[in-house]
């Protein structure tokens, strides 16, 4: 189940994590980031663009709750991504560049979301039109978890390149809890 709490740890592991993965990255030439590794998504540049195109879907999802959250206000200004696959660039500093955006505003919105916000029964639509009534807690959890499998794909795709992203585990970022 989540919690808010669960949500303001989830963005700070996503943001820590995103400048771990565009660190690692930029130790490769760009022929390595868009060279084809047969991954779901062709290359390291492709897995990238991907998760800045769902995170961009999905944000602007959140943006419509009835908690109205402050911190999303700002993508409903920018188009819907045509899809998943929709490119926010061609090189790493372009797309550096969106993924701090985003970043900044996932961590700026997570503490805006209580409880009963997570309780919310979250109407959608998904991509090709068709509707969706779900818990908004977890969609949101959806929303993180789809974040990790991607880093992850995109951390193996680093490893087979050579380079090395460190360590991953969320556990990492979970306090300690004093005796």
Known sequence: MSTP???????????????KLYAAAAQLPHAELVADRKAFFG???GTLNHLLAADSIWLRRFATHPAGFSALAPLLEL?????????????????????QRLDAIITQWAP????????HTFEYH???????????????????????????Q???LLSQAGVDIGVTDLLVMVPEIEA
């Open 126 to 152: 998904s991509m090709k039109g068709d509707p969706y009534r779900k818990h908004f807690g977890s969609v949101v959890l959806h929303f993180f978890n789809h974040q990790t499998h991607h880093r992850g």
């Open 79 to 99: 188009p819907m991504p045509s899809g998943l696959t929709q490119s926010f660039g061609d090189d790493l500093p372009s797309l550096l560049a969106h993924r």
């Open 43 to 45: 290359s390291i540049l």
């Open 5 to 19: 709490e669960s949500i303001v740890l989830m963005a700070a592991y996503n943001a820590s994590m995103n400048q």
């Open 154 to 156: 995109a951390s193996t």
């Open 112 to 119: 805006q979301v209580g409880a009963a916000d997570l309780a």
